[in-house]
């Protein structure tokens, strides 16, 4: 399984071609890039440059901004969409296979649901040339299982799941039972902690036996609440090797460096 890591693993008092250097470092496989509609195509050009001269890849990225959509008024609506969208396709020119929309759907408020999906059904069509994967993560205290739903009713191959199994303890909800059940939707998932629980202490065996044993092809990163420079990252990627969850295709030092 590859490994990647957001470039919030490492704190921001090291620059990004610090964090790219760890990143490459580590010997991960690829790196996740958050996207903002503001300064999507600068950031992306400074992405580019970082993962050519490291020899990084760059393979998924995050528009964080289509989780407000439901909240935005409905006249400025359409217009926050076109920001979504035209991010989104910044992050497939930028090399992106995949591209991650946090969705907080409610049992209780339908309407979100079927907000998200008229404009998950929007990127789709905007990047359907490319093949990108648009995968929706549960955030904000949603359960897996109405990410899912919303997931299925676009009825459309590149439409997934990005399973975070942090954010399952945040929703009450089974990262193991959860993640066996939806692993045929999964796209890529998120390895981190909860709100009181360290990845250490997180299931990870009976996680990767999930993975193992449902044939999951896809990709996994890192996400680390609250880092303490990139130590927590080094001892993060310690950590799954422990568990047998990923092994570098090179060697990688978790070290402190001198």
Not at 56 to 81: G, H, Q
Request: glycine residues 8%; aromatic residues 6%; hydrophobic residues 45%.
């Amino acid at each position: 399984m590859l490994l990647g890591a957001g470039t919030d693993t490492v704190t921001d008092d090291y620059t990004l071609d610090q964090k790219f250097a760890e990143f490459r470092r580590l010997c991960l496989d690829f790196v996740e890039v958050p996207l903002r509609s503001v300064d999507a195509s600068a950031r992306a050009e400074g992405y580019r440059e970082l993962a050519a001269a490291h020899g990084l890849t760059i393979a998924s990225a995050v528009v964080a901004e289509f989780v407000r959509l439901p909240d935005v008024p409905e006249i400025k609506r359409a217009e926050a969409l076109r920001k979504v969208v035209d991010t989104a396709l910044t992050a497939v020119d930028l090399g992106c296979d995949l591209v991650l929309i946090p969705v907080r759907v409610k049992a209780e408020e339908p309407q979100r649901a079927v907000i998200y999906a008229k404009g998950y059904a929007e990127l789709l069509a905007a990047t359907d040339t490319h093949g990108t994967v648009i995968a929706a993560e549960f955030v904000g205290g949603a359960l897996p299982a109405e990410a899912a739903d919303l997931v299925r009713s676009l009825d459309n191959p590149r439409a997934r799941l990005f399973f975070d199994v942090g954010n399952c303890l945040y929703a009450g909800a089974d990262p193991v039972a959860d993640l066996r059940e939806l692993l045929p939707l999964v796209a890529q998932v998120h390895l981190k902690g909860g709100p009181d629980t360290p990845l250490a202490a997180m299931p990870l065996r009976e996680l990767h036996d999930v993975l193992r044993s449902g044939g999951f092809t896809g990709r996994s990163a890192l996400e680390i609440e609250s880092p303490k420079g990139r130590q927590s990252l080094r001892d993060a990627v310690s950590v799954l090797q422990m568990y047998g969850l990923w092994t570098p295709t090179r060697g990688g030092n978790t070290e402190h460096a001198a």
